[in-house]
């Protein structure tokens, strides 16, 4: 039996899902911090800091001591960093840029406490196959891409865009498991 109070500081479903999968008991308090990177810094380091910035603001709204986790997720390609698309165009214009190329997922993890924080990032490389303008078009019209960074759902219609993936698959999802449960068993907290 653990005793800590998990916390997660999201209200994206595919992280609550995916710590479901696992079989956490959490509760779920989205972060009411606005989701814009600092272009000052690296994008792993910036993808860092708004996480702790939505885990602080959690954090600190708590009357009891809990771990609270929070992260954030963005595509890179070629430098470019891409978030959720504003609309529909956005979504065509990133899943166009994104089509038969290889780019970068990284998310930004904290576990925190009263006390202490951890602070890391994962990064996957996938590969999307190359698609027609009206693959793109169909897939935008399944609605799916619009609340997701770089507009599309490795988990859902999106893997059949997908031609490969090179490291963490939950990553690419919204939260790196395996090293979720590192940083956890660093507070005390294991999940096997």
């Known amino acids: 039996m653990q005793e800590h109070r998990l916390v997660l500081a999201s209200a994206s479903p595919r992280r609550k899902d995916l710590l479901e999968q696992v079989g ?13 990177l600092s272009k ?7 993808v860092q800091k708004l996480a702790y910035d939505k885990g602080l ?20 390609l070629e430098h470019d ?3 959720k698309p504003r609309d529909r165009d956005e979504a065509f214009a990133m899943l166009s840029s994104l089509q038969g190329k290889t780019h970068e997922v990284i998310t930004g993890l904290v576990v925190m406490s009263k006390e202490r924080h951890l602070i890391e990032h994962e ?34 219609l999106g893997a ?21 449960a590192i940083m956890l068993k660093d507070f005390g907290f294991r999940i096997l």
């Open 24 to 36: 956490l008991d959490f509760e779920v308090i989205p972060s009411e911090v606005e989701e814009v």
């Open 40 to 46: 000052d810094m690296d994008v792993a380091l910036a």
């Open 57 to 76: 603001w959690v954090r600190d709204r708590l009357s009891s001591d809990a771990l609270v986790i929070a992260a954030d997720t963005v595509v890179v």
């Open 81 to 83: 960093v891409m978030g």
């Open 123 to 156: 990064a996957t490389r996938v590969t999307m196959r190359e698609l027609t303008d009206q693959e793109i078009w169909n897939y935008v019209d399944s609605g799916e891409p619009m609340d997701k960074a770089g507009s599309y759902a490795v988990q859902g």
């Open 160 to 180: 059949v865009i997908i031609a490969n993936i090179e490291g963490c698959y939950f990553n690419v999802v919204g939260l790196p498991l395996a090293r979720l």
